[in-house]
């Protein structure tokens, strides 16, 4: 693992840019009774960098569980690369909303990434034939190369809880890249991250994005780390969904019709976003320490 | 009984008289088992936090002895039996996401609270049973026949294929379930799976190196080799070695002391913990003055 991070190690894409890859028709999702989000529309093309925002409890990581399959729809449709969900897994790299691993976890970060690749296969890792022996080697360098490309080679053979939640993060994300998926889900991957963390994780995402053409859905509560890198927003909020460009769905008469509240959207003189006025407390695109 | 072996400096010889009788050659072979199949099973428990299960598996074969002998069917019945239901009633609990151990353990003290509370019925009904106690606990480690080896054997080569069918799916849903559920890795099934195997694993060991022993080999020699290596193949041997050398050591200096070889195993056992949580305390020390 020499290659030093940010290098632009050969990958080649997996698909044409451009293409569809997950695609949400009239999207409902129905939890106990209650009604978390109906008519959602998206559309998401490989090579795009989407992020998913809105307040707590907006549903933000159920709709994500809805396109890995995880969540069935009460109405609508979900697509990914044209399928059902349940038929595309392997396509999806896929990072969940979580706390981090604690210091007692004893396994490598190169082990989780290598689990990533092989875990859902049953039987003895034994290499007989040749082919088999040459297919581990290729997959040994896919490891090596996904983990160069997250810049987290230095300390992929350390203990994953012995590690700081930014290059826990890192790892992760070279775990979520290391089967070529078309589509990549995060949920808050930047959420524990301090803010030098959050705008090297956003890089990368967007460097993969580009790279490998991978359609990128981000969830995030706070979209300033982002602003520099992101394709288009959708704002989850009141059960709907608003899907744009930022500029054109970040401003106060978009939102406040969404929360059916006024919002004002202040812009700071370095250009941050401050939403104001929604309904939930804990809720702002404010810079957080 | 006549004069006791005695120890001589001479180590070979030593060896070479505790080898002249087949009952010790017998135990060697039983112990060899047990540490072999306790430290596999044993590391995966570690890893996954379980334990508690592990223990609450192990004393099942209370209630089991005991109502065998109150059935009057083979006490071997009774221990397979009793663990199996166990592991089923355990994993029925079925919770899967980040906090399901967690949640897990209420449902496994109430499972060994009733075990017990079983057991002691059971024992109270039918008297004949309370001599059995010491062997019950202890094991009858020096009184085992060739045919119990050869069960042994057989149930230690399931165990462990089992293990080895199922063993990188179960990795990956151990150290990170959510992303392995997401990657279509059916989860709670492994859970459950797990779980009789881990069961299996006891029942058989049980009867033979006593309930205490058989989770002194299963939590001691997987948690000091998961101290000193995070790489799960290293892990893995490491639990063997320790767990063999541990065994082996036992029962050598049990034929020549007067104390029980269950005693010697598990001081050993614990010496061998303790040392390596000294040794890491001690180097992580070293490294940062």
Redesign the interface.
């Known amino acids: 693992m020499t290659v030093p991070a940010g290098t632009a190690v050969t990958l080649e894409s997996g698909g044409r840019s451009g293409d569809v890859a997950v695609a949400l028709r009239g999207a409902a999702v129905t939890l106990g009774g209650q009604t978390v989000f109906s008519n959602v529309d998206l559309e998401v093309r490989r090579g795009e960098f989407v992020a998913v925002l809105g307040p707590n409890g907006a549903g933000k990581s159920t709709l994500m569980r809805t396109i890995l399959g995880l969540v069935p729809l009460s109405a609508g449709s979900v697509r990914v690369l044209g399928h059902e969900p349940s038929e595309t897994r392997s396509e999806i790299g896929y990072l969940p909303q979580r706390r981090s691993f604690d210091s007692e976890t004893r396994i490598r970060g190169v082990d989780l990434v290598r689990l990533g690749l092989e875990g859902g296969r049953w039987g003895l890792p034994l290499a007989v034939t040749a082919g088999a022996r040459a297919r581990r080697r290729i997959e040994r360098e896919r490891v090596e190369e996904v983990i160069s490309l997250a810049g987290a080679a230095a300390y992929a053979t350390r203990p994953i809880g012995e590690l700081s939640g930014g290059e826990q993060q890192r790892l992760l994300i070279a775990q979520a890249l290391v089967r070529r998926p078309a589509v990549l889900i995060l949920d808050e991957p930047l959420d524990s991250l301090d803010l030098p963390n959050q705008a090297i994780v956003a890089a990368l995402v967007q460097r993969v994005c580009a790279v490998q053409g991978v359609a990128v859905l981000l969830v995030a509560h706070d979209v300033n780390p982002l602003l520099g890198y992101l394709d288009r927003v959708i704002y989850l909020a009141g059960g709907k969904a608003l899907a744009g460009p930022v500029q054109e769905v970040i401003t106060g008469p978009k939102l406040s019709e969404l929360y059916g509240a006024r919002i004002e959207v202040l812009r700071t003189s370095d250009g941050r976003l401050v939403v104001v006025g929604s309904p939930e407390a804990p809720h702002h695109h404010g810079h957080r320490h | 009984m006549s004069v006791g072996p005695t120890f001589s400096l001479d180590l070979v010889s030593d060896v070479r008289e505790l080898l002249a009788f087949p009952f010790m050659v017998n135990a060697l072979q039983a112990a060899s088992i047990v540490a072999v199949l306790a430290a596999v099973v044993g590391w995966y428990m570690v ?1 996954r936090r379980q334990s508690f299960a592990g223990h609450t598996l192990s004393v099942m074969a209370f209630p089991g002895a005991t109502g065998a002998a109150l059935a009057g069917l083979p006490t071997a019945v009774g221990y397979y039996l009793a663990c199996g239901l166990a592991a089923l009633a355990i994993g029925r609990t079925g919770h899967s996401g ?1 906090r399901r151990f967690a949640t897990e353990s209420a449902a496994i003290g109430t499972v060994q609270a009733t075990g017990l509370a079983l057991g002691f019925l059971f024992l109270s009904l039918n008297r004949s049973v309370l001599g059995g106690m010491e062997t019950f606990l202890f094991g009858t480690f020096l009184g085992v026949s060739h045919d119990q080896v050869l069960t042994l054997l057989v149930v230690a080569v399931l165990a462990l294929g089992a293990v ?6 179960l ?2 849903a151990s ?2 379930p ?8 059916p989860v709670a099934l492994l859970d459950v799976s797990f779980l009789l195997i881990l069961g299996l694993a006891v029942a058989a060991t049980s009867q033979i190196t006593g309930v205490l022993l058989v989770f002194t080999l299963l939590v001691a020699p997987p948690a000091a080799a ?2 000193i290596t ?3 193949v290293a ?1 893995l041997l490491l639990s063997v070695a320790f767990a063999l050398a541990v065994a082996w050591l036992g029962l050598g200096v049990a034929y020549f002391s007067i104390y029980p070889v269950g005693f010697w195993i598990t001081m050993f056992a614990f010496g061998l913990y303790v040392s390596v949580r000294i040794g890491r305390w001690a180097l992580a020390r070293r490294r940062r003055p």
Do not use: N
């Open positions: 890893l980040r080895a069918a199922i063993g990188r799916p990795l990956f150290v990170d959510e992303v392995a559920l997401a990657r279509g890795v998961q101290l995070a790489q799960p892990g």
